[in-house]
């Protein structure tokens, strides 16, 4: 029975030892401050990322009017202008990640692959607009398009957002805590 507890308390010391060593190093890798880089940037994003979804929303409720093709793809030109504009910043954030904290590279992660669905489907819509001018507005097809399109910019702008007032909250608690000399266990 000595032997067991023996060795027991041995694997528990040596758990216990692993714990006290690794912990410290495994808090640090998850406390790298942010990049005020990445912050900016990811401001940046969120203002274009509201600017495409209010484009996308605006281009959904042409379905409800009698506009014809014209306007349907100088919003949808407008709106991939956009995307592309949004896409410079994303690469910009791509480029930095590597100074990124661990909650930004995980904002980076999660947009990249909305954004590149989002430029999937205006692109499909722009090619749904040249394939066929005469009734295209008027299909399910069309509709479904710039549905998608607005729910996609919607899901980004509010990604994107929440990221970045995480970052603000992260920012003022930080700064609180200091201010009160708190210390954070």
Not at 44 to 55: F, L, Y
Not at 88 to 116: E, F, G
């Amino acid at each position: 029975m000595s032997m067991k507890r023996s060795i027991y308390l041995s694997s528990l010391a040596l758990l216990v030892a692993a714990y006290v060593c690794v912990s410290p190093a495994l808090r640090a890798a998850d406390m790298a401050p942010d990049s005020k880089e990445v912050s900016d940037l990811l401001s940046e994003a969120k203002t274009g990322a509201i600017q495409v979804k209010d484009d996308a929303n605006t281009m959904e409720s042409f379905t409800m009017s009698n506009l014809d093709w014209r306007s349907h793809a100088a919003k949808v030109l407008e709106i991939k202008d956009h995307i592309n504009n949004l896409g410079k910043t994303v690469a910009k954030l791509n480029q930095a990640r590597s100074s990124a904290s661990a909650w930004q590279q995980t904002a980076i992660d999660r947009v990249n692959p909305i954004l590149r669905e989002l430029a999937a489907n205006v692109q499909a819509t722009i090619e749904h607009l040249n394939k066929d001018r005469t009734h295209p507005l008027q299909t399910t097809e069309h509709k479904d398009y710039l549905k998608a399109n607005a729910e996609l910019s919607t899901r980004m702008s509010t990604l994107v957002s929440d990221f970045v007032d995480y970052g603000q909250t992260k920012a003022k608690f930080e700064q609180l805590s200091q201010r009160l000399e708190v210390a954070e266990r």
